[in-house]
């Protein structure tokens, strides 16, 4: 099977997004399917196009066998609510007009959402290469832009629902993350069945050795820790995490922290 991966984040670029995509890519192509891969020109965190990717629309490159085709996109580093739009719309063009760029035959197009545009992208394409098209869901939009106080028109809102919708009965298949989103999105649809749960996972060889933890709390800098049980936050650091409230209960437990009986 010839499968192409619509990701709109992608190595060489960095962080959550770009990760699980090149997860998908190793996974498919470890499944024994030719997969190929239409991204954005990597722009994060900068918020600038990396020199190297530079000039022209579209450049191509090879990343762990995998063929790439990375399209150029609006960047910017203002990192404000218009500049994302725009940058997630520019994808949705470019990513369309990219992918005419691509010979061969595809027999499912995978995209991963968000962006929700993104997804946008993945229907026209497979319905112009008489392919099916999977949509993976990572984060319920525009649901999450309204929680964060970042979309509040209620025009916007409305069209940006409609849209949802239309995706997900659109495709031949939704994947989500959690049983919740599962629910979510099984409940605007006459066919529930076509909604699968697929969670984030782990390679359990990466952490099957637990190494030095002297060593590790020195290359940490918390030698001085004892031993005292080391907590780390190591998702992503941005406006949906609330890490506000992790400082919080830091504070809290260094307060409370439980001393041990006299005479011990």
Known sequence: MRVLLVAQYFPPETGGPPNRAASLARGIR???HEVCVLA?????????????????????RIWEDVPVLYVW?????????????????????????GSLRLRGRFDVVLTTSPPLFAGVAGWAIARTRRAAHVLDVRDLWPDVAVALGELRNPVSIRLSKSLERALYRSAAAV???TASFCETIAAS??????????????HPGLFGGRGDAIDARRRLGIADSGNR???AYVGNLGIAQGLDHLVADAGRVGVHQPQPPAGR
């Open 30 to 32: 470890a499944a024994g």
């Open 40 to 60: 954005e020109k990597p722009s994060h965190p900068e918020g600038r196009i990396h020199p190297e990717y530079r000039g022209g629309f579209a450049a191509r």
């Open 73 to 97: 996109v609006f960047a910017t580093p203002r990192k404000v609510f218009w500049a994302r739009v725009a940058n997630h719309v520019s994808f949705m063009l470019a990513a369309f007009v």
């Open 175 to 177: 994947t989500a993350v």
């Open 189 to 202: 649809l006459s066919s529930p069945e076509r909604v699968h749960l697929v969670r984030n996972g782990s």
């Open 229 to 231: 049980f080391v907590v």
